[in-house]
């Protein structure tokens, strides 16, 4: 079993950074892929970004592509998602998740495990 909990979420001027944190329960989150999912109001949950299980190979939606990066400290067990030139169309509800294999996908119903949200504002 694998516990996610997500932090760092906030209110934030359109323009400005947020780093979310995904912290990870378990010996092996070395092991697995992991990403980030994002739910608007009335909104499906959409793919935001993925990582494979050593942080060499990533993924992103062309609606965050050069704003958003992410990464892992597997020494940490924790995936981050670095957003810059945050705009009002990033408010959401921001999701971690993680999966059984190593690779990166952004294909939601590829992930097991998922936690239980951080909301993430942009005021324009």
């Known amino acids: 079993q694998v516990q996610l909990v997500e932090s760092g979420g906030g209110l934030v001027q359109a323009g400005g950074s947020l780093r979310l944190s995904c912290a990870a329960s378990g010996r092996t989150f070395s092991w697995y892929g992991m990403a980030w999912f994002r739910q608007a109001p009335g909104k499906e949950r959409e793919f935001v970004a993925a990582?494979?299980?050593?942080?060499?190979?990533?993924l992103y939606a062309d609606s965050v592509k050069g704003r958003f990066t992410i990464s892992r400290d597997n020494a940490k067990n924790t995936v981050y998602l670095q957003m810059g030139s945050l705009k009002p169309e990033d408010t959401a509800v921001y999701y971690c998740?993680?999966?059984?294999?190593?690779?990166?996908?952004?294909?939601?119903?590829?992930?097991?495990?998922w936690g239980q949200g951080t909301q993430v504002t942009v005021s324009s």
């Open positions: 990582i494979n299980s050593s942080g060499g190979s990533t």
């Open positions: 998740a993680s999966r059984y294999s190593d690779d990166a996908t952004r294909y939601a119903t590829r992930y097991a495990y």
